[in-house]
């Protein structure tokens, strides 16, 4: 897809995410892999409002070379798309639900739906609390995306990539979702899918 269409889309695709609440105010931030660098939505930007020609854009040694400063969380996207080739867009979110899973003791999103497991993988790291914007927390979001597709950061929210910048955003719904139903069924003792239907997924879809 050219850079254009790149942009257009990032467009588009935070605006349905700010529309139907997947992040409010200035929150959350996207990131898209390019032939020559990257795409990041700006520091301080709504979702809701980005502007194509102001999307920041970043040379492949992570410079920046066009648009508006990018994010204060670029790093989080860095450690993501330096760890894993396959991905091609990194979506960070402060969605409510995962993010209050992100604030529990046992973190843990289990395997209720088909769709979560196809998404998001068997693993859902937990990264230790740091401050928003302490780049420290790079070399851990690094390791843990070497062995997941998405990680829980703590206190504060998910982050997760996907090969597209469409599969991503998919991917951050639905694991935003996953979170809803975890905390809806967590006294209720649900029945989870069992580690051979995981294992059917992954080998079928993964
Ligand atoms: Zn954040």
Redesign the pocket.
């Known amino acids: 897809m050219r850079e254009e269409d790149q942009r257009q889309l990032l467009v588009s695709l935070g605006a349905s995410l700010f529309a139907r609440g997947f992040s409010v105010g200035s929150?959350?931030?996207i990131s898209v892999r390019l032939p020559d660098g990257y795409l990041m939505t700006p520091t301080n930007s709504s979702l809701g409002r980005l502007e194509a020609a102001r999307i920041s854009k970043l040379d492949l040694e992570w410079r920046h070379v066009g648009g508006d400063k990018p994010t204060k969380?670029v790093f989080l996207h860095r450690a993501f798309l330096d760890a894993r080739p396959d991905a091609g867009a990194v979506v960070?979110l402060?969605s409510t639900h995962a993010t209050a899973i992100s604030c529990l003791e046992e973190a843990v999103i289990p395997p209720l739906t088909p769709y979560f497991v196809m998404r998001v993988g068997r693993r859902l790291p937990l990264i230790p609390y740091y401050r928003?914007g302490d780049a420290a927390m790079e070399p851990a979001i690094h390791a843990a995306a070497r062995e997941a597709k998405a990680v829980l950061?703590a206190n504060?929210?998910p982050v997760i990539c996907g090969p597209t910048l469409t599969d991503a955003v998919n991917a951050a719904e639905e694991l935003e979702e996953a979170a809803r139903l975890a905390l809806m069924l967590r006294s209720l003792n649900p029945r989870l899918l069992t580690p051979a239907q995981v294992d059917d997924l992954l080998n079928t879809f993964g």
């Open positions: 929150a959350g931030n969380e960070h402060h928003p950061l504060h929210g």
